[in-house]
T-cell receptor, first 119, second 112 residues
Framework: GAVVSQHPSRVICKSGTSVKIECRSL??????MFWYRQFPKQSLMLMAT?????????EQGVEKDKFLINHASLTLSTLTVTSAHPEDSSFYIC???????????????FGNGTRLTVT | DAKTTQPNSMESNEEEPVHLPCNHSTISGTDYIHWYRQLPSQGPEYVIH???SNVNNRMASLAIAEDRKSSTLILHRATLRDAAVYYC?????????????FGRGTQLTVWP
């Protein structure tokens, strides 16, 4: 089955530094990937839609200059948390659909998430 | 986006059937209903989806009301590995990119 891989699974960084999270579709191509954030005991919140070869689309209230998204190829999207602060500590999850099944009816495949802790 | 209402939590004993309800009274006529589940500290996992007819797969069954205002996810024999948060999500008809917006979901506890 389709697999989405995230790296790293866990990262600790100091306040003010930047952190990059990678999301790869291992055995399929994805023109679109989605980035979510989840705080403890809460549901997933959609942050942005990553589009291969073009700019990402951010949800209302998400700072695009703080959460930089690059979708450089059909199998890789990256999320960079810039100038991280403790309030950015969260569980970040990416997801993708197979390119040839890129309709809203086909299932999303999720990565296993990245636990970010900013000290 | 169609709003959903799910119970905050449900409990079941192992090997018993579980019926997880979801109300989505504002769903549009062409929205699919997706179900995902999330185990602790993991990304969500696709369970099943459907439009109008009842659907079955190896994980679960999905029963959709005739008026499509509600649906029920059925786990025929719960196992301890089914303990998770279950999310019912109508697709975002307003977006061709198929964004999924998660609600609060139902925390399912399975007792041995």
């Amino acid at each position: 089955g389709a697999v989405v891989s995230q790296h790293p699974s866990r990262v600790i960084c100091k306040s003010g530094t930047s952190v990059k999270i990678e999301c790869r579709s291992l055995d399929f191509q994805a023109t679109t990937m989605f980035w979510y954030r989840q705080f403890p005991k809460q549901s997933l919140m959609l942050m942005a839609t990553s589009n291969e070869g073009s700019k990402a689309t951010y949800e209302q209230g998400v700072e695009k200059d703080k959460f930089l998204i690059n979708h450089a190829s059909l199998t890789l999207s990256t999320l960079t948390v810039t100038s991280a602060h403790p309030e950015d500590s969260s569980f970040y999850i990416c997801s993708a659909r197979e390119w040839d099944r890129d309709t809203y009816n086909s299932p999303l495949h999720f990565g296993n998430g990245t636990r970010l802790t900013v000290t | 986006d169609a709003k959903t209402t799910q119970p905050n939590s449900m409990e079941s004993n192992e090997e018993e059937p579980v019926h997880l309800p979801c109300n989505h009274s504002t769903i549009s006529g062409t929205d699919y209903i997706h179900w995902y589940r999330q185990l602790p500290s993991q990304g969500p996992e696709y369970v099943i989806h459907g439009l109008t007819s009842n659907v079955n797969n190896r994980m679960a069954s999905l029963a959709i009301a005739e008026d499509r205002k509600s649906s029920t996810l059925i786990l025929h024999r719960a196992t301890l590995r089914d303990a998770a948060v279950y999310y019912c999500i109508p697709t975002d008809r307003g977006s061709t990119l198929g964004r999924l917006y998660f609600g609060r979901g139902t925390q399912l506890t399975v007792w041995p």
